[in-house]
Nanobody, 126 residues
Framework: QERLVESGGRLVQAGDSLRLSCAAS????????MAWFRQAPGKEREFVAA????????DYVDSVKDRFTISRDNAKRMVYLQMNNLKPDDTAVYSC???????????????????WGQGTQVTVSS
């Protein structure tokens, strides 16, 4: 069973950069497409970015395009989210999720993902 642990979240100022990490403890990590979601207080969980199991394809929600970059290192079983030019609206709990590679690698619906981490808090002050 896949176990996901996020790290890297903290309080930053608007315009700052931050890199989130997600460690996966499963030897078949490369069998999973990976994604980042976020959930702000009082809001539904929102898709942020996804990456194909090979690392060659990525997908982003429009609001983070050109600011965020998702990447993965299959040898280290790690997924990353590089976030630049952060805005107060980016404040949320960020979670990584794993989706078995049998279907489309990117899906905005949380229910389509098989495993989740506990999340890491990102707070952006204005």
């Amino acid at each position: 069973q896949e176990r996901l642990v996020e790290s890297g979240g903290r309080l930053v100022q608007a315009g700052d950069s931050l890199r989130l990490s997600c460690a996966a403890s499963e030897v078949t990590f490369s069998a999973y497409n990976m994604a980042w979601f976020r959930q702000a207080p009082g809001k539904e969980r929102e898709f942020v970015a996804a990456i194909l199991w090979t690392g060659t394809d990525t997908d982003y929600v429009d609001s983070v395009k050109d600011r965020f970059t998702i990447s993965r290192d299959n040898a280290k079983r790690m997924v990353y989210l590089q976030m630049n030019n952060l805005k107060p609206d980016d404040t949320a709990v960020y979670s990584c999720a794993a989706k078995y590679r049998g279907g489309p690698y990117s899906d905005t619906r949380p229910i389509e993902y098989d495993y989740w981490g506990q999340g890491t808090q990102v707070t952006v002050s204005s």
